[in-house]
């Protein structure tokens, strides 16, 4: 098992840092912090000197990684303003077809349930690798991803955008 | 990828739709100009030194104030003896 050169960084970098920054900012709902997460997460994966044995070994260690920071940075932020800092919906039902809309609803939801249907769905993850990217049980995962996918359905269902595609 | 349990098929193709559509919204650029890869990787090695050389120091670090105060028990004990003779 070796250690992860500089040019080895270099291209996983290439590869996985537009993908994890869509996650994280997705999750967070705010640019200049998913750059910073994004950020401390590559450079906690590298002061750890993970052994580079596979490109998905290290990626699932970054998402993992991210994904702690966004739960550390969501607490904080909870505690420190007494409240879900995550945006509200406006009172005006949203239109199905708009992009904001869309991205209202999905902040709605709570940010482990963003991640957890992030994963699942956009990166196509089984139950063991959500569970590895966020560093809990496999067990655990299918029981939290099925109460995020009902969330899910029941928010959709309540602003009127559940429609079979 | 998952295996679904539970939820029907029309809430499930609902969901699937959505996600879609959240997989397609657009990511803004980074607001400030973020370290590319070169970057980081130095800032990890400058990082990981001073790490080390905060872990080396850390020794020295906790026997100072011990230094200190047997310097002064000691000029205390001599000041004592001092007056005694």
């Known amino acids: ?165 | 990828m998952t295996e679904w349990f539970d939820l029907n098929e029309v809430d499930e193709n609902a969901i699937a739709t959505f996600m879609s559509r959240v997989a397609n919204l657009r990511t803004p650029k980074p607001e400030t100009r973020t370290p590319d890869a070169a970057q980081l990787w130095c800032k990890a090695k400058l990082i990981a030194r001073w790490e080390a050389e905060r872990r080396a120091q850390r020794p020295l670090d906790f026997m100072q104030p011990i230094e200190i105060a047997g310097g002064l028990v000691a000029a205390g004990v001599l000041l004592y003896l001092s007056f005694l003779a």
Do not use: C
């Open chain 1, 1 to 165: 098992m070796g250690r992860l050169d500089e040019a080895a960084f270099a291209a996983f970098h290439a590869r996985t840092s537009r993908a994890l920054r869509a996650y994280v900012y997705r999750v967070v709902g705010n640019a200049s912090d998913a750059d910073d997460i994004v950020q401390e997460a590559f450079l906690r994966m590298l002061r750890a000197d993970v052994p580079a044995d596979g490109e998905e070994h290290l990626r699932r260690y970054l998402y993992r990684v991210a994904s702690n920071l966004m739960v550390d940075r969501w607490r904080h932020r909870t505690h420190e303003q007494g409240e879900d800092v995550m945006p509200e919906l406006t009172s005006a039902p949203p239109r199905y077809e708009d992009d904001a809309a869309v991205a209202k609803v999905f902040a709605e939801l709570k940010p482990r349930d963003r991640a957890l249907l992030w994963l699942a769905y956009v990166e196509g993850e089984s139950h063991e690798e959500i569970a590895s990217s966020l560093g809990v049980g496999r067990r655990g995962v299918k029981v939290m991803l099925f109460r995020a996918r009902r969330r899910l359905r029941d928010l959709l269902q309540s602003r009127g955008l559940l429609v079979n595609s």
